[in-house]
């Protein structure tokens, strides 16, 4: 039933079909900025993920929200003591302009390298929507990101004592990608996971999984889905908190849930469910 109530959500504010002024409005929201664990925090918006690393050596920033959140989230890091011009780093999840949009304006702020997959990056350099992706009608551009570089599935980004892996999770498009990374609080080490978004949605008159211009895309999203399952999963982040059921962990004052990796894959895998079921409608 909980999975009812966060698919209507989803559908209501997540996806950008139908509603893009009324998720707009959503991924905008402000949110006070807050510690995760240890070193990370998160500095999106209260509808769109975006998370902090810190160390001495500079920082590393996953996700820019939407275009108009770039300065709150560069406000939310002034606001924890931070410099945005110490972000070194900027990873992108996916290529979508409500997590994606932002990056251009933060990038020219921090002079940081913006690093994702080959398939986000070039999203990314262009601001123009992949036509392969079953959205796209839903799309919308955004500003060019400069000072661009593709990672490797399985590449480590390291910036002194940081180390950030990179998981190839495609599906929700063909590059998403999400990352991994160690924290450390009073002696306790706890795996970071931030996972991008693996819900399977084509915009109005398209097919999520009879795409002839992404025909992989269930096969990856059911591979991905299963890869986020098996991780090392301590604090979960999702690209939307509100699948990751960051809100309520907030509330217990604990983000750590080792089981939050697991309902997450089982949250997409009921998506897909429900994608497939509506697309074998004649
Ligand atoms: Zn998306």
């Given at each position: 039933m909980k999975n009812t109530i966060r698919l209507a959500a989803a559908l209501l504010f997540g996806?950008?079909?139908?509603?893009?002024?009324?998720?707009?409005?959503?991924?905008?929201?402000?949110?006070?900025?807050f510690a995760l664990y240890g070193n990370t925090y998160y500095v999106g918006t209260h509808g769109i993920s975006a998370v902090l690393i810190t160390s001495p050596a500079g920082h590393i920033l996953i996700d820019g929200g939407p275009a108009g959140a770039a300065d709150q989230i560069a406000a939310h890091v002034r606001a924890l003591g931070f410099k945005v011009e110490d972000i070194r780093y900027i990873l992108n999840g996916h290529d979508h302009f409500d997590h994606a949009g932002g990056i251009a304006a933060l990038q020219k702020m921090s002079g940081a390298a913006v690093l994702g997959s080959p398939a986000s990056i070039a999203v990314l350099r262009t601001g123009q929507p992949d036509k392969r992706d079953a959205q796209y009608p839903d799309l919308v551009p955004f500003a060019p990101v400069a000072n661009t570089r593709a990672v490797r599935d399985g590449d480590v980004v390291k910036l002194g004592p940081l180390a950030v892996t990179a998981h190839f999770t495609p599906g929700h498009t063909p590059g998403a990608t999400s990352w991994t990374w160690l924290s450390s609080e009073s002696g306790k080490t706890m795996h970071m996971v931030y996972a991008d978004s693996v819900t399977a949605?084509?915009?109005?008159?398209?097919?999520?999984?009879?795409?002839?211009?992404?025909?992989?895309?269930?096969?990856?999203?059911?591979?991905?889905?299963?890869?986020?399952?098996?991780?090392?999963?301590?604090?979960?982040?999702?690209?939307?908190?509100?699948?990751?059921?960051?809100?309520?962990?907030?509330?217990?004052?604990?983000?750590?849930?080792?089981?939050?990796?697991?309902?997450?894959?089982?949250?997409?895998?009921?998506?897909?469910?429900?994608?497939?079921?509506?697309?074998?409608?004649?």
């Open positions: 996806g950008v079909s139908a509603s893009t002024v009324a998720g707009m409005t959503e991924w905008l929201a402000p949110q006070d900025p949605i084509a915009a109005d008159g398209r097919s999520f999984s009879r795409n002839p211009l992404y025909p992989n895309a269930r096969a990856d999203v059911e591979r991905s889905i299963a890869m986020i399952e098996g991780l090392e999963c301590d604090v979960l982040v999702g690209a939307h908190p509100d699948f990751s059921d960051l809100w309520e962990r907030k509330e217990s004052r604990t983000f750590v849930d080792p089981d939050a990796c697991r309902k997450y894959a089982a949250n997409g895998r009921a998506w897909l469910a429900k994608t497939l079921a509506a697309e074998a409608q004649p």
